[in-house]
């Protein structure tokens, strides 16, 4: 019922920055929260942030400071803007959206729609 489509990934230096975009399609009025996740090779998917309908927002204490989840309603997409980023982010990030609010929002089994990932790669 909802599609997802990230986009804005890439390679950067130790201390840059990337902005990734998602953009949901579909029936994106059920979406309760939407949120970031990513997965590095051989490590399981962490919880990076999301952000709930009122514009709430939730942050993984590893980019806490660093990294801003928004999304523009009118253009049904959401972006992270990632400063300052170091090599331990490199992973495949993934947009995901949820449409109730029954588990934690860093619980990955809670959202129910996924994007295919966009590659970030910070090299020294």
């Known amino acids: 019922q909802v599609q997802l489509a990230e986009s804005g990934g890439g390679l950067v230096q130790t201390g840059g920055s990337l902005r990734l975009a998602c953009e949901a399609s579909?029936?994106?009025?059920?979406?309760?929260?939407m949120g970031w996740f990513r997965q590095a090779p051989g490590k399981e998917r962490e919880f990076v942030a999301a952000?709930?309908?009122?514009?709430?927002?939730v942050y993984a204490d590893s980019v806490k400071g660093r990294f801003t989840i928004s999304r523009d309603d009118a253009k049904n997409t959401l972006y992270l803007q990632m400063n300052s980023l170091k090599p331990e982010d490199t992973a495949v990030y993934y947009c995901?959206?949820?449409?109730?609010?029954?588990?934690?929002?860093?619980?990955?089994?809670?959202?129910?729609?996924w994007g295919q990932g966009t590659q970030v790669t910070v090299a020294s």
């Open positions: 952000i709930i309908r009122s514009a709430t927002t």
């Open positions: 995901a959206a949820r449409s109730t609010m029954g588990s934690g929002l860093n619980n990955a089994a809670g959202y129910d729609y």
């Open positions: 579909g029936r994106t009025f059920s979406t309760f929260a």
